[in-house]
């Protein structure tokens, strides 16, 4: 079943809008701790690379 891309960004939108929320989020400590929840290894910039977030700063 294929998503049409901007349907699924309306919902997006609106989802957000109702919980308010930001669309996107770009606070470093908040990423952080979102990686640590998916399984990011702590102090990774969560991309595979290995690079520490200090580094990445």
């Given at each position: 079943m294929m998503l049409d891309?901007?349907?699924?960004?309306?919902w997006v939108e609106a989802s957000c809008a109702s919980q308010?929320?930001?669309?996107?989020?770009?606070?470093?400590g908040?990423?952080?701790r979102v990686g640590v929840l998916m399984g990011a290894a702590p102090g990774t910039d969560g991309r595979g690379?290995?690079?520490?977030t200090a580094a990445a700063s």
């Open positions: 891309p901007a349907v699924v960004a309306a308010g929320v930001p669309v996107r989020v770009t606070d470093p908040v990423l952080a690379s290995g690079r520490s």
